[in-house]
Every structure is written in C-alpha cells, then in structure tokens.
C-alpha cells in the first residue's frame, strides 16, 4: 500500500511539472517596420529603439524604430564583396560596435576579418582586432558569426571551401577563435595549454562555416 501511495505521489508531482513547464501557444502578428534594405545580413540592437543593421555591401544602417529613422553610418572599412563575403556580422556592446567582413587584403584575395569601433551615429573608425590568415581568394565560407561573454570574443571563420584547411592549427580558417575584446589572446587559449602547434588565437579546430553562433541567456553558454 505504501509503496501504491508512493507511485501514485510521484505520478501527480510528473503531471504538475510537466503542465508548469507545458508551452502555451502564443498568436504572434508580423509587422512590417521598414523596408528597401540591400542584402541585409546582421543587426544588433543598441537599445529597444535604436538598432544596427549591415548589408553586404558594405553599409552600415541606423535604425530609430521609434523615428522610423534610417541611416547610413559612415566608416573606414576596406571591405571586398564577392560572393558571400562582404560586411557580415555586427554586435552592439557597451558603447562599441563589433563587425566582421571580408577585409580586401589585395590581388583578389580576402579574409575574415574582425574590427571594432566606438559607437557614433554619423561615422564609426574601425580598428582591426583580429584577421585570419593566410588571406584566401574566392567567395565563399567566410562563417564570420560574433559572440561576447564576460571579456572574451568568440567568432567562426569558414574554411573559405578549402575542406581539409579547418584541420590545420597553423591556420585560421574553419576555426572558432577567442580572443579578449581589445585584441590580446587569452593565456588560457589551447596554444598555452598543450597544443604549442596551434595558432593562439584558435580555439576549436574542425569547423566548416558556421553562420549560427550565440550567448545562452539560459545558461550563459556559447552555443
């Protein structure tokens, strides 16, 4: 009988927490705020009003959803679109503006590159943090996803489709790297942790071309 008691005890206390935790469906309505942007590719929201966006082409757009405001922020990045490169990922954080884009490093070639600036609604002077090397040339995988937690930038670099590239630590590409947000390499980074062939900034191996890469606001993880 007790043993019946106890069954039945942790067959209600299952019920309970599985309908406290059961999704309730939500009507959602879209709503369309602006339109006209050129190949968009990223934005970062500055507050709830105001947010960032880039199109590939190389701007990068003001929007006062408030104002309904739009405007293009000058700035000093030398940016080679071709294919799918061009400037990508962009992320609003304590007053500064983070991007990633493909950097024209000359006779056709390019990399993914990383820059950072101090916020200003009319011109942004970027200052390169991070560029993977060697530069590529081509079109295509440039991954370029940014992500902060506490002190430290994440970002993918595609393997710019050149498949067995993303094994080799001498090189950038098809890498997650970690550096802190002002450039230096983190000492804890698996260069300085047994793995003395690895370029420093690198810091996972392996990877194709991530376009997905994210702060958990669950469990403050990098996903």
Same mark, same amino acid.
């Given at each position: 009988?007790?043993?019946?008691?106890?069954?039945?005890?942790?067959?209600?206390?299952?019920?309970?927490?599985? /309908?406290?935790?059961?999704?309730?469906?939500?009507?959602?309505?879209?709503?369309?705020?602006?339109?006209?942007?050129?190949?968009?590719?990223?934005?970062?929201?500055?507050?709830?009003?105001?947010?960032? %966006?880039?199109?590939?082409?190389?701007?990068?757009?003001?929007?006062?959803?408030?104002?309904?405001?739009?405007?293009? %922020?000058?700035?000093?990045?030398?940016?080679?679109?071709?294919?799918?490169?061009?400037?990508?990922?962009?992320?609003?954080?304590?007053?500064?503006?983070?991007?990633?884009?493909?950097?024209?490093?000359?006779?056709?070639?390019?990399?993914?590159?990383?820059?950072?600036?101090?916020?200003?609604?009319?011109?942004?002077?970027?200052? /390169? %943090?991070?560029?993977?090397?060697?530069? !590529?040339?081509?079109?295509?995988?440039?991954?370029?996803?940014?992500? !902060?937690?506490?002190?430290?930038?994440?970002?993918?670099?595609?393997?710019?489709?050149?498949?067995?590239?993303?094994?080799?630590?001498?090189?950038?590409?098809?890498?997650?790297?970690?550096?802190?947000?002002?450039?230096?390499?983190?000492?804890?980074?698996?260069?300085?942790?047994?793995?003395?062939?690895?370029?420093?900034? !690198?810091?996972?191996?392996?990877?194709?071309?991530?376009?997905?890469?994210?702060?958990?606001?669950?469990?403050?993880?990098?996903?």
């Amino acid at each position: 009988m007790k043993k019946l008691l106890g069954l039945l005890i942790l067959a209600l206390l299952s019920i309970l927490i599985s /309908n406290s935790l059961e999704a309730k469906a939500v009507d959602f309505k879209l709503t369309k705020i602006t339109e006209g942007l050129k190949s968009p590719w990223s934005l970062s929201f500055i507050n709830q009003n105001e947010v960032l %966006i880039t199109e590939k082409s190389g701007n990068i757009i003001y929007f006062n959803l408030e104002k309904q405001e739009l405007k293009n %922020i000058k700035h000093n990045l030398k940016i080679l679109e071709k294919g799918q490169g061009g400037l990508l990922d962009i992320l609003y954080h304590n007053k500064n503006v983070f991007v990633s884009y493909s950097e024209n490093r000359g006779d056709y070639e390019s990399s993914t590159s990383i820059a950072k600036g101090k916020f200003n609604k009319n011109k942004i002077n970027f200052k /390169n %943090i991070f560029k993977a090397e060697p530069p !590529i040339g081509g079109g295509y995988h440039f991954g370029s996803r940014i992500a !902060i937690k506490d002190n430290y930038l994440f970002a993918s670099v595609g393997e710019r489709r050149q498949g067995k590239i993303a094994q080799d630590p001498k090189k950038h590409p098809g890498s997650i790297i970690r550096i802190h947000l002002n450039g230096s390499i983190p000492q804890d980074n698996p260069k300085f942790k047994g793995k003395d062939n690895w370029l420093p900034e !690198i810091y996972q191996i392996g990877i194709r071309n991530p376009q997905g890469l994210t702060l958990s606001p669950f469990d403050q993880k990098i996903y």
